[in-house]
């Protein structure tokens, strides 16, 4: 057996005759256990929170978006047509997104009127965030989906017979607007249903038929400001992007999901990155306690240490034997700490141990690259540790 390894483990599995010793161990591997488990849980969390979030996204928008790069709108053209009907394409939806004015009984609100065609459902599910009331049909045409958030603002719901929701947009022109009872195009609608994902998505979003928002905009039947896309398979992504891009030309982009969300995969990624950051801060605190309890273990073994160097073992094997000794301490509150952590984890996605709501669980999710950097996290921070500590053995304490 290695002789600094087999002196190391004696040393950590035997209890000293000091029982400070055996206390300051007894911490600093309990600060281990701990630490890890933070660490591993934190990442855990953060893991389920982004899955949480990007369930909404992959609900709300399209695996592709195509739109104009220069003015909001453009004519869908028979070429255009031609380059969707390709095998990597499964299926696409004509949408036509603005700004517009919002007003039912005296109250107002500025959100995105979105209409969409028949095939809109094909490419993202919203009817699934629909909560109350229903979808939109082709039976009622001037029918509308609304945002909780929109819904709260304008206290609107569902099937009012006596009112109608009133949606204007500026006329387009130049110089000042002389009557405002001109100076807006106007449609009114009815809304049906009430959907509910994000308080940013509920606020902003009113869906209508695409021929309702064509009237609103004074659009002809083929003008439109986007098309949405869905794959036939993800894996496809990166080829369907460059065959589009060749096909439609620099007048047209494409945009990915990720790309349509940049913002918030920047944030939640950076939150990532800083809470990674602060807990491995909390870990190199409690990692001190290694420090402390390899100086104390050094002390306290002066003379074992001095008969060892006079039987002819170096200060580099001497040193090595507390090299193994916190790094063993280390190894072992991590696997104490990332297995209770684990099954943790496990138990709350499944059992929802702890509550956001009396009906939503905190999301977390199990991953093993979460393991993989809680290990490697540990361990090099704790061999750093233990290296730090070993270097107080010198030929002053040996002699």
């Known amino acids: 057996m290695n002789f600094p390894l087999y002196i190391a483990k004696r040393y950590l599995f035997s209890k000293s005759s000091n029982n400070a010793i055996n206390i300051i161990t007894l911490i600093a591997t309990v600060g281990v256990i701990v630490s890890a ?6 990442l855990s969390v953060f ?17 592709l978006k195509i739109s104009s790069v220069k003015g909001k709108s453009f004519l869908f053209t028979d070429s255009i047509a031609t380059s969707l009907k390709d095998e990597k394409i499964a299926h696409f939806s004509k949408v036509i997104e603005e700004k517009a004015f919002f007003n039912y009984r005296e109250k107002q609100h500025i959100a ?3 209409g969409i065609d028949a095939n809109y459902l094909l490419v993202n599910n919203m009817d699934t965030a629909v909560y109350f009331g229903n979808w939109l049909t082709t039976e009622y045409m001037n029918s509308a989906v609304i945002g909780e958030g929109v819904s709260r603002i304008l206290s609107l719901g569902t099937y009012d017979t006596e009112e109608t929701l009133k949606v204007g947009v500026p006329k387009p022109g130049k110089g000042y607007i002389n009557n405002p009872k ?6 009114n609608l ?10 940013d998505l509920d606020s902003k979003y009113v869906f209508s038929n695409l021929a309702m928002a064509q009237q609103l905009l004074k659009y002809d039947p083929n003008r439109i400001t986007a098309v949405e896309l869905k794959l036939s398979n993800d894996e496809n992504l990166k080829k369907t992007v460059s065959y589009l891009e060749t096909q439609l030309g620099k007048q047209f982009k494409v945009e990915t999901r990720k790309e349509l969300n940049a913002v918030f995969y920047k944030m939640i990624n950076t939150e990532n990155i800083v809470s990674y950051l602060v807990f491995t ?10 420090i402390g309890a390899i100086v104390m273990m050094i002390l306290d073994k002066r003379e074992n240490l001095k008969t060892l160097f006079s039987v002819g073992a170096t200060i580099k094997e001497i040193r090595r034997v507390f090299i193994f000794q916190g790094f063993l301490l280390t190894v072992i509150g991590l696997a104490i700490g990332l297995t209770l952590a684990i099954i943790f984890v496990l ?3 499944k059992f929802g141990l702890i509550m956001i709501t009396p009906t939503l669980a905190y999301p977390v999710e199990f991953r093993v690259v979460n393991v993989i950097i809680v290990v490697c996290t540990i361990t090099i921070l704790g061999y750093i540790s233990s290296r730090i500590a070993s270097n107080r ?3 002053k304490i040996l002699a």
């Open 37 to 42: 488990m933070a660490l591993f849980i934190v």
């Open 190 to 199: 009815q809304p049906v249903g009430i959907f509910k994902l994000t308080e």
């Open 393 to 395: 053995i010198s030929t």
């Open 112 to 114: 995105v009127i979105k």
């Open 47 to 63: 893991s389920g929170l982004k899955s949480f979030s990007l369930d909404f996204i992959r609900v709300s928008d399209p695996d």
């Open 347 to 349: 138990l709350q996605q």
């Open 182 to 187: 001109t100076a807006f195009n106007q449609i």
């Open 281 to 290: 801060l909390i870990l190199v605190i409690a990692l001190f306690n290694v």
